[in-house]
């Protein structure tokens, strides 16, 4: 296309797209009134930073305190769980038998056999009588 | 920011309805202008003026009328009246612009976007390309496109440009 031609094209559409467009009346008081609209029902006007901030804030609080509470609670029953169980224990080692040593079971067997070995050797000898 | 918002309104609501006029139809064109203002409203805290603030609006404005071409498919031609088939007054400046709109109608949604910045409104290709979001290449080729259809549209009307 020509430089003529292009001239000729753009003086055309320049001409030609000139329009008297008038705003409607009102125009800017529909839009604000939308706009009211659509904040009134926004989540994030609901949620704006001036009621989410210490919203959250209240809410982390409380987390704070309902997991910290029962931490100490668990804590303090564990505690005095160990410590009676402990107390048990130690009642119980108390009235057991005294303990046995590794072995002791064979040396008191061969003193139970000496024993039985002498009464027998009193019955042979009195029959030979 | 209201002050801001009215002032932006204010500034650009002429440009704006202008765009849409030759981009839709025109009984939906005041009803995109007020989208077109409550998008720029909610979407102002967003505006972080990597752009100027009218190129901004440019571009909601633009995208809106995207918007409503995928709905309307077509705009404008219903409303148009055909011009006569022998005898067309080319001096009458009515007849002219109505022949142009029916024309700019024809053209696909990207083109006449693009040719209505550029040539109605005046942009740079920079701007439109802005605007649109489109490398200049591509503003370059949709101008090309639609300048070659409009031309061969109008001839049929006698207009020779």
Known sequence: ?129 | MSDDFRRIYTETEAYVRKSLYWMLNRETVDDVVQEVYVKVWSSLEKFRGQSSIKTWVYRIAVNCAYDHLRKEKKFASDELVDPPDEVVNLEDGRIQQQLLKKAIARLSAKQRVVFVLFYVQGLSIEEVASVEGLSEGTVKSRLFSAREFLTRELKKYGVDL
């Open chain 1, 1 to 129: 296309m020509s430089e003529n031609e292009d001239k000729r094209f753009i003086d055309f559409i320049a001409k030609n797209t000139q329009v008297d467009l008038p705003k409607p009346e009102g125009e800017w008081r529909e839009i604000m009134q939308t706009i009211e609209q659509k904040k009134s029902r926004s989540p994030h006007f609901l949620f704006s930073k001036w009621f989410l901030a210490p919203a959250l804030t209240l809410a982390a609080t409380a987390t704070l305190i309902v997991v910290q509470r029962p931490a100490t609670t668990t804590d303090t029953e564990l505690a005095d769980f160990i410590v009676t169980a402990q107390i048990e224990v130690d009642d119980t080692l108390d009235s057991s038998e005294p303990e046995i040593s590794p072995g002791q079971d064979e040396v008191n067997e061969d003193l139970a056999n000496d024993d039985l070995e002498g009464e027998y050797e009193e019955i042979y000898l009195s029959l030979l009588e």
